[in-house]
C-alpha cells in the first residue's frame, strides 16, 4: 500500500513538473507576450501599436497582445500582479516600487522626456498662469499615484507650493479629463495628445507648461525626464533574454520609423479610429508630439538621475529613501545596444 502511495506521489510531481515546464515554455514565446499599456490611445504611447502596425512584432516572431489601461500606474500593477509580461508606462514607476521591494526594470526607454502637458481651463487662464498659482485650485491627474501625480507634486513644491495647498483630482485622460475642463471639475491639470490638441483647437484650455520637448522639460524639472518606456520584471529579463532582445528589436525599429517619418506618414500607419477627432487634428497632435521620442531607445543616465530627485520630493515611497535606491537596476541598454541598424 505504501508503495502505491509513493508511486502516485511521484506521478503528481512528475505531472507538476510537465505543466511547470509548459508555463515556462509559454513565457518564454510559445503563447503571447501580453503588454500592458496605460492608455494606448495615448500619443505618449504611440510605439506600441505602431510597432504592431509596421509588423514588427511579426516580423521578430513574436505573438504580442496589447492591453490597455486609462493610465500608466494601472498598467505597472498589472505587471507586478503578474496579469502581463510587459507594461508600457512610465520609467518612475521602476523606481517607486524598488522601495517597494519590487524589482521592474526599463528595458527600452521610448522618450527622454514626459510628453506631459499642463493646461488651465481658459476661464482661469489670466489667473492661473504658473505652479505658484496652484493654491486653492482643482488639479488633474491621471489617478491618484501616477506619474501626473507625481509631476504635479515636484511643480508645485518647486513653487513653494505643497500639496495639500491644492485638491487633487483623478480626471483621466481623453473624454473624461476635456469633461472635467468643461464642467468645472478641474481648474487645470496634466495631459498628453491628442487631448491636448482637442482642448487647445476647441478653446477650451491654453498651455501654461510644455514637457513635450527637451527645452521645455528642462525648464519645468530641472532637466530630462525620461519617461514612456518598455518595462518587464527583472526575473523575467534574466530568464528570458532573446524574447525582450526581440521586443527590443521591435521597438527600436519603430522608434527608427518615428523619427524618419512626417507626422501624416506615422498617421497613415495606425488605425483609423484613432483619429476620432479628426484625422488634421490627429496628425497636429502626432507632429507636436513625435519629437519627445529618442530614436534609439536608451536611457540617458543623466534623466534617470533626475527622475530620482523629482520621486525624492513628490513620491510618498521614495522620500527619505533616495540613497537606498539603485538605479542600475531600474533600466538596462543591453537589449537596445544589441539592435542593427
Not at 500608466?72 to 517607486?96: C, K, M, P, R
Not at 506619474?147 to 507650493?161: I, K, M, W
Not at 507648461?209 to 527637451?214: G, I
Not at 497636429?284 to 543616465?301: C, L, P, V
Amino acid at each position: 500500500m505504501r508503495s502505491r502511495i509513493t508511486a502516485f506521489l511521484a506521478l503528481v510531481a512528475t505531472v507538476a513538473l510537465v505543466l511547470a515546464g509548459c508555463r515556462d515554455s509559454r513565457v518564454a514565446g510559445d503563447g503571447p507576450i501580453k503588454i500592458m499599456v496605460g492608455g494606448l490611445e495615448k500619443v505618449i504611447y504611440l510605439p506600441a501599436r505602431l510597432a504592431e502596425q509596421l509588423g514588427h512584432f511579426r516580423a521578430e516572431g513574436l505573438d504580442v497582445q496589447l492591453l490597455t489601461e486609462p493610465a500608466g500606474a494601472s498598467a505597472g500593477n498589472a505587471l507586478i500582479a503578474g496579469e502581463v509580461q510587459g507594461a508600457i508606462g512610465f520609467y518612475d514607476h521602476t523606481i517607486d516600487v524598488q522601495t517597494k521591494g519590487k524589482c521592474i526594470q526599463s528595458v527600452v526607454q521610448l522618450a527622454d522626456v514626459p510628453g506631459e502637458v499642463e493646461v488651465v481651463a481658459r476661464r482661469h487662464a489670466g489667473t492661473v498662469t504658473g505652479p505658484a498659482d496652484f493654491r486653492g485650485r482643482k488639479l488633474g491627474v491621471t489617478s491618484s499615484g501616477s506619474s501626473t501625480d507625481f509631476l504635479t507634486q515636484y511643480l508645485a513644491a518647486r513653487a513653494g507650493v505643497s500639496s495639500s495647498d491644492y485638491t487633487t483630482v483623478k480626471a483621466g485622460a481623453g473624454p473624461t479629463f476635456i469633461a472635467a475642463i468643461d464642467n468645472g471639475g478641474i481648474d487645470a491639470g496634466m495631459t498628453t495628445d491628442p487631448t491636448v490638441a482637442q482642448l487647445i483647437s476647441s478653446g477650451k484650455a491654453e498651455i501654461m507648461l510644455d514637457m513635450r520637448t527637451e527645452e521645455g522639460t528642462r525648464a519645468a524639472l530641472g532637466g530630462l525626464y525620461p519617461a514612456s518606456s518598455l518595462y518587464m520584471d527583472c526575473a523575467f529579463v534574466a530568464r528570458n533574454k532573446e524574447i525582450v532582445q526581440k521586443l527590443a528589436n521591435a521597438f527600436v525599429k519603430t522608434l527608427r520609423f518615428i523619427e524618419s517619418s512626417s507626422a501624416e506618414e506615422i498617421a497613415n500607419r495606425m488605425p483609423a479610429d484613432y483619429a476620432n477627432a479628426g484625422r488634421n487634428l490627429y496628425v497636429k497632435s502626432i507632429n507636436d508630439t513625435k519629437g519627445m521620442f529618442n530614436g534609439d531607445g536608451r536611457m540617458k543616465e543623466e534623466g534617470a538621475r533626475n527622475v530620482l530627485d523629482v520621486l525624492a520630493l513628490a513620491s510618498p515611497s521614495v522620500k527619505g529613501r533616495k540613497d537606498q535606491v539603485d538605479l542600475a537596476r531600474t533600466y538596462t541598454n543591453e537589449f537596445v545596444d544589441k539592435v542593427r541598424p
